[in-house]
C-alpha cells in the first residue's frame, strides 16, 4: 500500500501574498522566494521536530481566528521569535505552554492568521 511519507507544504490564500512573505522573512527569517513561498529542508530541523496532520472538530477554539486552519513553525528560539513578531506588529498571545516535547507559544501574523510556535525539547 502507498503511505504518506509526510508534511509537503503549507498552501494557502493571502491578501498579498509578497507583503506577507516579506514580513515574514524580515520577523521570522523565512527564506521566502516568490512566487513560490520557502522551503525547509528536513536536515535544517531539530532532531525531536516532527510534521504533525490533525483535523479539528468545526467548532474548536483552539485556532482562536475565523480561519479553517493555523500554522504551526519550528523555531530554535521561542522567546526570541515571539519578540520579533512582537515588535514587527504581530499580536503576541501572552502565554507559553511547556510540555514533554517542547515550548509552544502563539501570535496573530498582520493578515490575522493564527501561528503557533514550537521550539522541540531537548
Known amino acids: 500500500m502507498a503511505k504518506v ?7 494557502f490564500r493571502s491578501k498579498d501574498p509578497e507583503k506577507l512573505g516579506a514580513w515574514y522573512a524580515r520577523w521570522l527569517g523565512v527564506p521566502v522566494e516568490h512566487p513560490w513561498g ?10 525531536k521536530a516532527v510534521g504533525v496532520w490533525a483535523p479539528f472538530k468545526p467548532d474548536t477554539d483552539y485556532f482562536a481566528s475565523d480561519k479553517a486552519y493555523m500554522f504551526n513553525l519550528v523555531v530554535d528560539d521561542l ?4 519578540a520579533q513578531v512582537r515588535e ?3 499580536e503576541v498571545v501572552e ?3 511547556e510540555m514533554e516535547y517542547g515550548r509552544f507559544g502563539w501570535f496573530f501574523d498582520p493578515e490575522g492568521n493564527k501561528v ?7
Not at 511519507?5 to 498552501?11: C, Q, V, Y
Not at 522567546?79 to 515571539?82: E, F, Q, R, T, W
Open 5 to 11: 511519507l509526510g508534511i509537503g507544504g503549507i498552501f
Open 38 to 47: 520557502a522551503s525547509f529542508q528536513p536536515a535544517d530541523l531539530p532532531g
Open 79 to 82: 522567546d526570541g521569535a515571539l
Open 88 to 90: 514587527g506588529g504581530a
Open 95 to 97: 502565554k507559553i505552554e
Open 116 to 122: 503557533e510556535l514550537w521550539e522541540p525539547g531537548d
